[in-house]
């Protein structure tokens, strides 16, 4: 029997706004299921509710209607917090503190004893590149600094769950590199990872699986594999020796590479063969022929741009 570490039933929230107190949904009837020891990815356009659900589960914020449990235990049970690791997309530090108090004070609010702390300290900063600033007061901090002590933050407590909003905000390469190696060391053992992102190259890498969420409604779940399929785009094919404008092949180089070569984009198979084909009658030599899969990101703009053009369909209706 499969063991969730967040399941939620008909999960809702609705907000009233404004003098007239009209209702905004933000979240409408959520129903999900993660089993523990998975990367789940969190994904959707701005104020489509990703926040408002990972604030519903950390319970700092409470449901309109529906339920939810965490690690197996109902939505508001405190005892279960110590279990977890919580980033938010907008945290708010106490500045005047350095990273080692920072997390010390932290690892005081989950009941952790001192000598234990300090270990874990030791392990920690090194962990997100921060042991050199140990001692420097937040309030120092670039943006990507303060992010990575808040990723050492929620891995204090050594949680089972680790639910992150945005932590790839404020950072650079290097440290998107980093919490993608973070969150693969995280499932290595078994902890449970769910996060939201806007920058979906790094979930692709990282996540079991993703769930699409558009206008408070979650519209897909499932892996990589599983939303993407095989789908090619196109298939790419570059080739060397070519005339500077070559003639008689089945369609014209979209562009020439740094090294001078031309590069093809065939809609199939058939038609990538056809010019490989062609052009080796005309001297040209194959240098890569690679099928273009569809990415992540372009499978959340289809679905997301396809969901809102239903919704102004059936307003005007």
């Known amino acids: 029997m499969t063991e969730f570490a967040i399941r939620t039933e008909g999960l809702r929230k ?32 701005n104020g489509a509710g990703k926040t408002t659900t ?25 005892s279960v917090m110590g279990r977890v690791g919580f980033l938010p997309e907008r945290p708010y530090f106490y500045d005047y503190l350095t990273a080692t108090e920072f997390l010390h004070f932290y690892g005081q609010l989950h009941g952790i004893p001192k000598r234990v702390r300090e270990e874990r300290i030791d392990a920690l900063l090194p962990l997100v590149h921060m042991e050199r600033a140990r001692h420097v007061q937040l309030r ?43 969150i693969r060391g995280l499932k290595s053992k078994g902890v449970t990872v769910f996060l939201s992102s806007h920058v979906l190259s790094d979930l692709e890498e ?17 892996s990589i594999e599983e939303l993407l399929g095989q789908t090619m785009r196109s298939v790419e094919v570059i080739l060397h020796g070519l005339p500077e404008d070559p003639e008689g092949l089945p369609l014209a180089p979209s562009r020439r590479d740094a090294t001078g070569h031309h590069v093809f984009e065939a809609p199939d198979h058939d038609t990538a063969r056809t010019l490989v084909a062609a052009a080796g009658a ?36």
Do not use: H
Not at 209 to 219: A, H, N, P
Not at 288 to 308: G, K
């Open 14 to 45: 609705v907000y009233r706004t404004g003098f007239l107190r009209r209702q905004y949904v933000a979240l409408d009837g959520l129903d999900l299921q993660v089993p523990k020891g998975e990367v789940f990815g969190f994904i959707g356009p």
């Open 54 to 78: 990972q604030k519903l589960l950390m319970g700092l914020n409470f449901p309109t209607a529906g339920q939810a449990w965490i690690l197996g235990r109902p939505l508001g049970d405190r």
């Open 140 to 182: 120092k901090f670039s943006k990507g600094m303060l992010q990575r002590v808040g990723i050492a933050q929620s891995l204090i407590n050594e949680p089972e769950l680790v639910v992150l909003d945005e932590p790839a905000s404020g950072l650079d390469p290097m440290g998107r590199l980093l919490i993608r190696d973070i």
């Open 206 to 222: 990282v996540c079991d699986r993703v769930g699409i969420l558009v206008g408070g409604v979650l519209q897909e779940v499932g």
């Open 282 to 317: 005309i001297g040209g030599q194959l240098v890569t022929y690679r099928p273009v899969r569809e990415t992540l990101e372009q499978y959340f703009m289809d679905e997301a741009t396809s969901v809102e053009r239903q919704a102004r369909e059936e307003s005007v209706r």
